[in-house]
């Protein structure tokens, strides 16, 4: 059992920026791969980034080269630091951890781009 909670959500002006963490309790944190979901107000539920056990990393196109994925295995905590952040990045944020059949989820963070 894995459980998932999300911080670091809050309002900030369009080009500011934001970090992300998802702190995860319980044991082998380490072999779970983890990734960043958002869902905007009427809209599905998207992928934006993803960060494998081995440190691989992938991202969808529209965050690329302003959001990172990172994590800290000894913290068993996950990151995005977020910058350059646009309106159209104003979402629920959540955080996933995925391991052979198990899927846990976080309870999400809002993120609000506006002036």
């Known amino acids: 059992q894995v459980q998932l909670v999300e911080s670091g959500g809050g309002l900030v002006q369009p080009g500011g920026s934001l970090r992300l963490s998802c702190a995860a309790s319980g044991s082998m944190f380490s072999l779970y791969a983890m990734s960043w979901y958002r869902q905007a107000p009427g809209k599905q539920r998207e992928l934006v980034a993803f960060i494998a056990s081995s440190g691989s990393t992938n991202y969808v196109e529209s965050v690329k080269g302003r959001f990172t994925i990172s994590r800290d295995k000894a913290k068993n905590t996950m990151y995005l630091q977020m910058n350059s952040l646009k309106p159209e990045d104003t979402a629920v944020y959540y955080c996933?951890?995925?391991?052979?059949?198990?899927?846990?989820w976080g309870q999400g963070t809002q993120v609000t781009v506006s002036s």
């Open positions: 996933r951890a995925t391991r052979n059949q198990y899927i846990y």
